[in-house]
T-cell receptor, first 111, second 112 residues
Framework: DTGVSQDPRHKITKRGQNVTFRCDPI?????LYWYRQTLGQGPEFLTY????????KSRLLSDRFSAERPKGSFSTLEIQRTEQGDSAMYLC?????????FGSGTRLTVV | GENVEQHPSTLSVQEGDSAVIKCTYS??????FPWYKQELGKRPQLIID?????GEKKDQRIAVTLNKTAKHFSLHITETQPEDSAVYFC???????????FGKGTLLTVNP
């Protein structure tokens, strides 16, 4: 286990389709975060899990977005009825306390 | 909520010179301030961080300073090298969830 893994690396989808991304954190990390990054901007917080509990969600996370972390291991982020404004890099990060390790991200393009 | 401002947005230096990037934050409760380096097409990588009970921290050629009164913190890179070229992000966090608010980034270019 050398880091945080995200799958897929790239996803192109048609507007209105649903997409799901997966994140596998570093195994001993109990904290897991999802961020979204658009071109020329810093990452924006989406949601946070401690173990399997989703403890915080950003107002950016509309009801079309849902995230899970069953059994406190991997996490999935689903976007329903995608819109062009959802096009971005979706980054996952994990940590024990502070000092995140980020994954390489999933780049979503909605056409 | 927290707001983090970062300046400059672009910075070009000659190899061997120093580079300084500055950030300000709005929430006086913030107590953790990391800096990330992101090369084109790659993941953000933590390069240094500082907690609010410390005024300065150094790691080889990089250092971070924090002024809690003024609510600003800075990244200093000395003896810059071409491989330091990247986008640098500052961030701030308060509370036990370590949710980060990032600045908009600084594109650093080190010219050989």
């Amino acid at each position: 286990d050398t880091g945080v893994s995200q799958d897929p690396r790239h996803k192109i989808t048609k507007r209105g389709q649903n997409v799901t991304f997966r994140c596998d954190p570093i195994s001993e990390h109990n904290r897991l975060y999802w961020y979204r990054q658009t071109l020329g901007q810093g990452p924006e917080f989406l949601t946070y899990f401690q173990n399997e509990a989703q403890l915080e969600k950003s107002r950016l996370l509309s009801d079309r977005f849902s995230a899970e972390r069953p059994k406190g291991s991997f996490s999935t982020l689903e976007i329903q009825r995608t819109e062009q404004g959802d096009s971005a890099m979706y980054l996952c990060a994990s940590s024990l306390i502070e000092g995140y390790t980020f994954g390489s991200g999933t780049r979503l393009t909605v056409v | 909520g927290e707001n983090v401002e970062q300046h400059p947005s672009t910075l070009s230096v000659q190899e061997g010179d120093s580079a300084v990037i500055k950030c300000t934050y709005s929430d006086s409760a913030s107590n953790y301030f990391p800096w990330y380096k992101q090369e084109l097409g790659k993941r953000p990588q933590l390069i240094i961080d500082i907690r609010s009970n410390v005024g300065e921290k150094k790691d080889q050629r990089i250092a971070v300073t924090l002024n809690k009164t003024a609510k600003h913190f800075s990244l200093h890179i000395t003896e810059t090298q071409p491989e330091d070229s990247a986008v640098y992000f500052c961030a701030a966090s308060g509370g036990s969830n370590y949710k980060l608010t990032f600045g908009k980034g600084t594109l650093l270019t080190v010219n050989p």
